[in-house]
């Protein structure tokens, strides 16, 4: 793959949750070209283990339930057997669910009373709490663990935030709440874990297309919808984010020689979406 440049990650391990998605699974192949042996975690074992063989013998996929902090554990003796303590951790793990996401934007009184509608008032506690440990108890989880091996050496840790918790989106209020938990988090443990040498910064993707997000921003036949017209209106660069977009974010912050002095930051990668008022 074409790095937009080159740091040298010889000697770190890193691990990365949700290493099956579209946008950890080329921060894997980024971080293995520098130099890095990477842990893939992920539920989805086929998914880990294909970019695993994409990456080649300085890759271990290993299927982790992130909310079972016994099987998280269970990762961390399998990435200390194969590679050794781990000194890069990026909770990648997250996402939303269609139980937590309203269909209307904003609320009426009419609205409220729509039978074909599933309003804020039909959101299901479950899947409110779903969202919330997908995001911020699994990256508390992983970072309980993987976090020890970096406390007497130092460390890098990345979490991955949204746009969501700079300006909450319409339609999803469990999904935003919980990505402004995960920069108020990244904060707290990077005052926590300054004086063992460990930095912990987030990066906030702005638009991308997913696999989780296909069918909101596309029809069936590949045009989009009207939300996604709506995206690319509030972007000033006019386009969704591409992968390699966020690549050169990440090689700043996991490089101690390029961004040893930054920790407690949340940085936006959105195209100028954060900065735009509309007008």
Same mark, same amino acid.
């Given at each position: $793959?074409?790095?937009?440049?080159?740091?040298?990650?010889?000697?770190?391990?890193?691990?990365?949750? #949700?290493? #099956?998605? !579209?946008? $950890?699974?080329?921060?894997?192949?980024?971080?293995?070209?520098?130099?890095?042996?990477?842990?893939?975690?992920?539920?989805?074992?086929?998914?880990?283990?294909?970019?695993?063989?994409?990456?080649?013998?300085?890759?271990?996929?290993?299927?982790?339930?992130?909310?079972?902090?016994?099987?998280?554990? %269970?990762?961390?003796?399998?990435?200390?057997?194969?590679?050794?303590?781990?000194?890069?951790?990026?909770?990648?793990?997250?996402?939303?669910?269609?139980?937590?996401?309203?269909?209307?934007?904003? $609320?009426?009184?009419?609205?409220?009373?729509?039978?074909?509608?599933?309003?804020?008032?039909?959101?299901?506690?479950?899947?409110?709490?779903? !969202?919330?440990?997908?995001?911020?108890?699994?990256?508390?989880?992983?970072?309980?663990?993987?976090?020890?091996?970096?406390?007497?050496?130092?460390?890098?840790?990345?979490?991955?935030?949204? $746009?969501?918790?700079?300006?909450?989106?319409? %339609?999803?209020?469990?999904?935003?709440?919980?990505?402004?938990?995960?920069?108020?988090?990244?904060?707290?443990?990077?005052?926590?874990?300054?004086?063992?040498?460990?930095?912990?910064?987030?990066?906030?993707? =702005?638009?991308? !297309?997913?696999?989780?997000?296909?069918?909101?921003?596309?029809?069936?036949? =590949?045009?989009?919808?009207?939300?996604? #017209?709506?995206?690319?209106?509030?972007?000033?660069? %006019?386009?969704? =984010?591409?992968?390699?977009?966020?690549?050169?974010?990440?090689?700043?912050?996991?490089?101690?020689?390029?961004?040893?002095? !930054?920790?407690?930051?949340?940085?936006?990668?959105?195209? =100028?979406?954060?900065?735009?008022?509309?007008?």
């Amino acid at each position: $793959m074409k790095l937009p440049f080159s740091i040298d990650l010889t000697g770190h391990v890193a691990v990365i949750t #949700g290493a #099956g998605g !579209v946008l $950890m699974s080329e921060f894997a192949r980024a971080l293995a070209a520098s130099g890095a042996r990477v842990a893939l975690l992920d539920i989805n074992a086929q998914a880990a283990q294909a970019v695993a063989d994409s990456i080649g013998e300085n890759a271990l996929a290993i299927p982790t339930n992130c909310l079972d902090k016994a099987d998280i554990q %269970k990762a961390a003796e399998a990435v200390h057997a194969a590679f050794g303590p781990v000194d890069i951790l990026i909770n990648g793990a997250g996402g939303n669910n269609p139980r937590a996401t309203c269909d209307n934007e904003t $609320m009426t009184a009419e609205l409220a009373e729509a039978a074909d509608l599933k309003s804020f008032f039909d959101l299901e506690e479950s899947g409110l709490k779903f !969202v919330f440990d997908l995001n911020i108890t699994s990256a508390f989880l992983v970072t309980q663990v993987f976090a020890a091996d970096m406390v007497k050496e130092g460390g890098n840790i990345i979490n991955i935030s949204s $746009m969501n918790a700079f300006r909450p989106l319409t %339609k999803i209020p469990a999904y935003s709440a919980a990505k402004a938990g995960i920069s108020n988090f990244t904060q707290w443990l990077a005052v926590h874990f300054a004086p063992c040498g460990i930095r912990v910064n987030a990066i906030a993707p =702005g638009f991308f !297309v997913t696999n989780q997000n296909r069918s909101l921003l596309f029809h069936e036949d =590949g045009t989009p919808t009207p939300r996604t #017209g709506k995206i690319l209106a509030a972007t000033p660069q %006019k386009r969704f =984010g591409e992968v390699s977009d966020l690549l050169g974010t990440l090689l700043w912050l996991v490089s101690d020689e390029a961004s040893g002095f !930054v920790t407690g930051v949340v940085v936006p990668v959105d195209g =100028g979406f954060n900065a735009y008022s509309g007008i």
